[in-house]
């Protein structure tokens, strides 16, 4: 096409203020493609309910917007394909046709690219939440066309488009956080600590934190609570002892040694005269994270670790239960676990934490059936020899778990003192 207006003209002009407002608007449609469409719903919500006064206003308005992405996509690209056919016809009547190319791409690449996509990485935020009325007046405009394309992209493609981290890729996103990572995080070493230690706790087993039976102290129950016995329970420094019948490895209960305060070394009372709690038998394989509930319910801060043979006795055509269904033992029963054994670390030193002096009285089902009482009641008749059952490999207690959330020991005031012997 030839050029219709020379300079100077009114019609002259009006063109240069139609390609102005063409390659603003094109930039502003490329601009907003780039900083509404790399904000994710995960990333917009996070903003409104943590994030600081102006960014959780401005995520407020672009959520609605960009919560029908295709349709956004859709319209955005439209618009911004329209200005750009749009610039050089207008860009024609004014110059030579290859000018008008020239021009037109030139235009395009600096303002209708290049600096609005560089500024609305960088301020997308804001400049979205301004330009949010403009775009939902934009996506009402091009319905007719951008839905149909929409819907056909949803149907392709899926509709949720927000993948949330995964517990390796949080774990990596929480120590780039860290402080000492360099990068302006303001996490610190025991904060970041913690969070790795729970985001790895339903990953770990019974037998990653428990205590070997070979290095358990455990006192018989035949054996009478003399001068010598009640000495060694002190020096240990536990608050809860562990008792077995015959052998050390058949644990059948446990005795709190503020109850030993009433007995006199003199009168040599039987262990088994005093009050024995029954102590919960668990299998290796179940994950700490149901360990830590369980322990929260106040029935005991102890369990007893017995070896699982389930998976081996699962046929190929049994349906594997959920790992998350567990069930613990008392009675000496067994229950398949699915959930496999992850790792293996250093065993350590078992320690119990201090004795409570509330119990809660809700009883659970996950905990026992049928069970009605804490105390293990003592009569004529043979032990349970719990062996027989599942062999108990160690003994896990609630600092045990809380060592590996922290991801470091717990010293106590019998660890200082035998440290410094």
Sequence with gaps: MAVQYSCCETEFFIRIVIITLLVLFAGLMS?????????SLVDLEVLIKSGTPSDRKHAA???????RQHLLLCTLLLCNAAAMEALPIFLDSLVTAWEAIILSVTLILLFGEIFPQAVCSRYGLAI???MAPVVRILVWICFPVAYPISKLLDLLLGKDHDALFRRAELKTLVDLHGNEAGKGGELTRDETTIIAGALELSEKTARDAMTPISETFAID????LDRDLMK????????RVPVYYEQPGNIIGLILVKNLLTVHPADEVPVKNVTIR???????????????NEFQKGHSHMAVVVRD???AELSATEKPTDARDVRLDIQGERYPQEKSLKSKRALKKWKSLPSDTNVNKSKSKKWSNDFHSEVLHINDEPLLNFTKEGEAIGIITLEDVIEELLQEEIYDETDLHEGSQ
């Design 31 to 39: 601009g907003l493609t780039l900083g509404l469409m790399s904000m």
């Design 61 to 67: 308005k672009i959520l609605p917007v960009v919560r």
């Design 128 to 130: 979205g939440a301004a």
């Design 221 to 224: 129950i035949n054996a009478k």
């Design 232 to 239: 060694l329970i002190l020096e240990e420094g536990h608050s």
């Design 278 to 292: 029954k102590i919960p038998r668990v299998s290796e394989t179940m994950p700490l994270y149901d360990i830590l």
């Design 309 to 311: 043979h389930s998976d």
